[in-house]
């Protein structure tokens, strides 16, 4: 775990050096002040309502963020030949992804953190509760947890970022189209596909202050599925 | 210390090495010398446990590269061929990272990367960031990671590809420096390199082992006879003349003429075969036919013959001897005089 924590310092370390990480943090911050301006404050709604606005446009910005971070993690380590300096040092696979994993999510807490005057304006100026505002942003990382999980997995299999990058929204997107899927289907396999869309059900529950533990459960287990998926493909590539 | 048995290793249904069996004892330093594309790089990534065999077995100091990876990787300090290298880093900060990975301890870290820096004379950029230093320092940083945390086996992948021929003879100096505590393999296709660095010299050929010994001992056992260069300057006797005086000596076989091996105004060059030593016969023939001697010595293109025949393919090796050399027909004893003898 601490060889874990080593490669994610080293990782968060590079993306505060470099214009990526900035761009990022700016980009969401942007469209997220934009986005809460033209949905949550031109228009008469409830306090409630305006914050899960807010969540909604957030958690988009949070997968496109997502995506963007991790798509470097593995296939430009590849690519400039430094994973050799992790293959051949005394550390399991699983310890490099989940270092890699630790540090993309760390940037994604960090750039969601800086969005949180914006709820705070409606906490202080309507009605909202805290409660609600916390299980928001539970809702808002544990959705970067499992995006950077996938696009982690989708850079073990690249060998480069642009690459990385597209394999990962090919993953990212049929999963976030099962609900309309599931719109197309009957019962039962309707609520089935609808349970395992990556954002539609399992997201709204958060974004309108709900806490369910079967919403929890499910992106813990998409992270830790794809987690699981990026460490055998770096075992794997050993023995090719 | 390394005993590597029956190595294997596929890229799909392409074989890129093996069977590989193999034994390098500790301190020795070892060169594992190949043509582009002959498994060097391959051998060296399975040594370091970035791959894993196909088949065979691999121990550093008894342990199995495939059952313990972890405990031989902490025996082992691997340079690529392309240094490891992280640009946005600062040296010092970048070897405290390569140290904590190996699990040293932060005291040990500081001890050590003073002890690295003054072997490979990296003291002076250890706070410049990585991205600005130049190819013959990243090198250097890149063979200090490697020995930062005192492995018993260090691994350099063509260490002195890229450098400049100051920084050739440093990194020779260096490589040399590593012998006795450390045990080095080393890879090159420069012969020249490997064989004024290393103990031992390890030939491999589609990803085979072709050769293993010394270069006298390659020398020795390949090549038939010797090779001397001779440099003359012509003078009354014209080139026919001269390769008759060549080629009259006892034990010569063959006489080649080669680009001339100075400058010089009428100055040529002959490579000679012969079946033994004949550099005092051919002295002593040329002196007598008053042929002006400007250098005789055994060839420094000997080794690499050896090396050509062992590693080239054999249409490349007759391309590359065809295009450097013009052969001499060895003359033919004028029976005339032979009947004007007594």
Redesign the interface.
């Known amino acids: 775990m601490s060889r874990a924590l080593l490669i994610a310092r080293r990782e968060l370390y590079a993306y505060l050096r470099s214009p990526l990480g900035s761009v990022i943090i700016a980009g969401v911050l942007l469209f997220d002040g934009i986005y809460f301006y033209w949905q949550g404050l031109t228009e008469k709604l409830l306090s409630a309502q305006v914050l899960q606005q807010f969540f909604y446009g957030a958690s988009g910005a949070t997968m496109v963020a997502s995506i963007v971070l991790s798509m470097r993690l593995l296939a430009e380590e590849r690519q400039t030949g430094t994973l050799t300096l992790l293959n051949t040092a005394p550390i399991r696979d699983r310890d490099i992804v989940l270092g890699k994993f630790l540090s993309a999510f760390g940037m994604i807490a960090l750039t969601t953190v800086l969005t949180v005057y914006m709820p705070l304006l409606i906490f202080v100026n309507g009605k909202v509760s805290v409660g609600h505002i916390v299980v928001g942003y539970l809702g808002l990382l544990l959705l970067g947890a499992a995006t950077v999980s996938i696009g982690l997995f989708a850079s073990s299999l690249a060998k480069s970022q642009v690459v990385a990058a597209i394999v990962g929204v090919v993953i990212l997107v049929p999963m976030l189209l099962l609900w309309a899927l599931a719109r197309a289907t009957d019962p039962p396999l309707n609520t089935f596909l609808a349970a395992l869309a990556l954002h539609h059900e399992n997201q709204r529950a958060f974004m309108v202050g709900t806490l369910e533990l079967w919403h929890v459960v499910y992106y813990i287990a998409v992270s830790y599925f794809f987690l699981l998926a990026a460490t055998k493909s770096l075992e794997a590539r050993r023995w090719r | 210390m390394i005993e590597i048995h029956e190595l294997h290793k596929y890229?799909?249904d392409r074989r890129a090495i093996g069977p590989v069996t193999a034994r390098i004892e500790k301190g020795e330093i070892v060169g594992l010398l190949g043509l582009n594309g002959a498994g060097k790089t391959t051998t060296l990534r399975v040594l370091?446990?970035?791959?894993?065999p196909?088949s065979g077995t691999v121990r550093v100091d008894g342990v199995d590269v495939v059952e313990q990876p972890?405990?031989v990787?902490?025996r082992?300090g691997?340079l690529?061929d392309?240094?490891?290298?992280?640009?946005?880093?600062r040296v010092r900060e970048y070897l405290a990272?390569?140290g904590?990975?190996?699990?040293m301890s932060r005291a040990d870290i500081d001890r050590r990367i003073a002890e690295v820096a003054e072997l490979t004379e990296t003291g002076g950029v250890l706070d410049d960031l990585i991205a600005s230093l130049s190819h013959g320092y990243r090198q250097r940083v890149g063979i200090a990671?490697a020995i930062l945390h005192r492995p018993a086996l260090v691994v350099l992948d063509e260490p002195i590809s890229g450098l400049d021929p100051v920084q050739i003879v440093e990194m020779r100096d260096l490589v040399r420096s590593l012998g006795g505590e450390h045990t080095v393999v080393v890879s090159s296709h420069i012969l020249s390199e490997i064989s004024e660095t290393c103990d031992r010299i390890l030939v491999i050929r589609d990803g085979q082992i072709v050769a293993s010994g010394t270069e006298a001992e390659l020398s020795e056992r390949l090549l038939s006879g010797m090779r001397v260069d001779v440099s003359l300057r012509l003078g009354d006797l014209e080139r026919a003349g001269i390769e008759a005086v060549l080629g009259g000596v006892d034990g010569v076989q063959e006489v080649e003429e080669i680009d001339p091996l100075e400058p010089g105004k009428g100055v040529v060059s002959y490579s000679v075969q012969a079946s033994k030593d004949v550099r005092d016969a051919l002295c002593r023939a040329l002196v007598q036919a008053d042929v002006g001697i400007l250098q005789l010595a055994r060839s420094k293109h000997e080794l690499e013959s050896v090396f050509l025949q062992l590693s080239a393919p054999v249409e490349g090796l007759k391309r590359a001897k065809r295009k450097r050399r013009r052969r001499v027909p060895k003359p033919e004893p004028a029976p005339a005089q032979v009947e004007e003898q007594p």
Not at chain 2, 48 to 52: N, R, S
Not at chain 2, 82 to 89: I, K, T
Not at chain 2, 100 to 103: D, T
């Open positions: 890229y799909g370091a446990c970035d791959l894993l196909t972890e405990k990787k902490q082992i691997y690529p392309v240094p490891p290298l992280y640009g946005e880093m990272f390569a904590k990975l190996r699990g990671q």
